[in-house]
């Protein structure tokens, strides 16, 4: 018979995993097209590009800071920094998912020598993300729930694809910034 902390780990391993399904499936009908956009694209929309490389770029210094604190072993610290990681993130995605819908997809130009350079950042950044946020929620249950062993194991994974998909999403925007049409 299941303890309550197995039923516990369970109920949020397919909580994790639901939400984890739901935001993938999410971008991929948000890709498709299948979703209409308003016409003409609102003026804000314009601007959720920079929006979300400000708050990679965020995340980023975040959770180096918060890697510093747990090696000082200020945990307080830590939790603080990967919780406001944790909420910025959150706010990048809605950000993400907004702009997705509501603009039409803006292309590297094909002929350009750094398209080689831009895709392979894009392809592993994309992947990345939708490995690395399982991982996260998952860790952050652990860190919550006292659970420091575990969390120590998984973070060990999760802490460097963050810290890749975070700064690569800064990338990303850098590079593709000129070929918008706002």
Known sequence: MATIDQVKERTV???????????????????????????????FAAYLPMLNAIINGSCTVLLLLSLKAIKRKDVARHKQLNLLTFVLSSLFLISYVTYHWLSEETKFPADHPMRPLYLTILISH?????LVLPMILVSFW???????QKHRKLVRWAFPIWLYVTSTGVIVYLMISPYYKF
Not at 19 to 41: G, Y
Not at 126 to 130: F, S
Not at 142 to 148: A, E, I, T, W
């Open 142 to 148: 652990y860190g919550l729930s006292n659970q420091v």
């Open 13 to 43: 391993f397919r909580i994790v995993m639901a939400l984890s399904i739901f935001v993938f499936l999410l971008v991929l009908v948000l890709d498709s097209k299948i979703l209409p956009r308003p016409q003409p694209m609102p003026a």
């Open 126 to 130: 994309i992947i990345l993300a939708a």
